[in-house]
Antibody, heavy 124, light 112 residues
Framework: QLQLQESGPGLVKPSETLSLTCTVSGGSISSRDYSWDWIRQPPGKGLEWIGS???????FYNPSLKSRVTIFIDTSNNQFSLKLTSLTAADTALYYC????????????????WGQGTLVTVSS | DIVVTQSPDSLAVSLGERVTINCKSS???????????LGWYQQKPGQPPKLLIYWASTRKSGVPDRFSGSGSGTDFTLTISSLQAEDVADYYC?????????FGGGTKVEIK
C-alpha cells in the first residue's frame, strides 16, 4: 500500500525559502502513469493545488505561484520535493503531497493517496 | 482557470437521512472520450482528504456504496444515501480537465 510522508520545517521567516520533502513508501516514484503533486490548505480554508511533477519529467505549476515554485524528484531516495521562495504570511498552510493519476487523454487525473500533511507557519 | 463552485457551504442532516452536495464548474469537464474529469474527496477533522469518487461517478474501491456521484458537463452531485456518524466531514469536488487543478470551496456535513 502506497504511503506518503511530508517533512520539513514548521516555521519559516518571511522572505525566506521553504523546502519540503515527501517520502514515498510501498511503491516506486519512477512508476509510469503517475505524477507527484503538492497541495496546500490554509488553516480553516479550502484546498489549493501547487503543482505536479509528471512521470515523463515535465512539471506543471499553478500560475498563481509559478514564479516562486519548483518541484523535483529524487529517484535514488524515492522522494520528491517542493521549493517555494519569497515567503509571506499568506503562505502559512498545511502542505500535502499526493500521487496524481495520469491519463492518456488529458494528462491529469485525481489525487490518491495523500500524505498526512505538514503545517508551515511563516512568521518572524 | 476552471472555477469550481460547491453548494451549500454547510448542512446538518439527521442520521439515516439523505445528503446532497452540488458542484458546478465554470466550463464543461466532459471530454470527447465521454468521461467527466471530476472527482470527490472526503476530509475528516485532522485528516488529509481521501478520494471517494473519480470520473464523476466511479466509486473508489472500498468506499461504501451509500456514496454516489452523478452529473455531466458542468453540473455534478455527490449523494450520501443514508448519513452515518462517521460521514461527518468536509467534502470537496475537484476538476482535472485542465491545469491548474481546481477544487470547490468545500461543504461541511454535520449531524442534526
Amino acid at each position: 500500500q502506497l504511503q506518503l510522508q511530508e517533512s520539513g520545517p514548521g516555521l519559516v521567516k518571511p522572505s525566506e525559502t521553504l523546502s519540503l520533502t515527501c517520502t514515498v513508501s510501498g511503491g516506486s516514484i519512477s512508476s509510469r502513469d503517475y505524477s507527484w503533486d503538492w497541495i496546500r490548505q490554509p488553516p480553516g480554508k479550502g484546498l489549493e493545488w501547487i503543482g505536479s511533477f509528471f512521470s515523463g519529467g515535465s512539471t506543471f505549476y499553478n500560475p498563481s505561484l509559478k514564479s516562486r515554485v519548483t518541484i523535483f524528484i529524487d529517484t535514488s531516495n524515492n522522494q520528491f520535493s517542493l521549493k517555494l521562495t519569497s515567503l509571506t504570511a499568506a503562505d502559512t498552510a498545511l502542505y500535502y503531497c499526493a500521487r496524481g493519476q495520469e491519463n492518456a487523454a488529458l494528462g491529469k487525473g485525481w489525487l490518491d493517496p495523500w500524505g498526512q500533511g505538514t503545517l508551515v507557519t511563516v512568521s518572524s | 482557470d476552471i472555477v469550481v463552485t460547491q453548494s451549500p457551504d454547510s448542512l446538518a442532516v439527521s442520521l439515516g437521512e439523505r445528503v446532497t452536495i452540488n458542484c458546478k464548474s465554470s466550463q464543461s469537464v466532459l471530454h470527447s472520450d465521454n468521461k467527466n474529469y471530476l472527482g470527490w474527496y472526503q476530509q475528516k477533522p485532522g485528516q488529509p482528504p481521501k478520494l471517494l469518487i473519480y470520473w464523476a461517478s466511479t466509486r473508489k474501491s472500498g468506499v461504501p456504496d451509500r456514496f454516489s456521484g452523478s452529473g455531466s458537463g458542468t453540473d455534478f452531485t455527490l449523494t450520501i444515501s443514508s448519513l452515518q456518524a462517521e460521514d461527518v466531514a468536509d467534502y470537496y469536488c475537484q476538476q482535472y480537465y485542465s491545469t491548474p487543478l481546481t477544487f470547490g470551496g468545500g461543504t461541511k456535513v454535520e449531524i442534526k
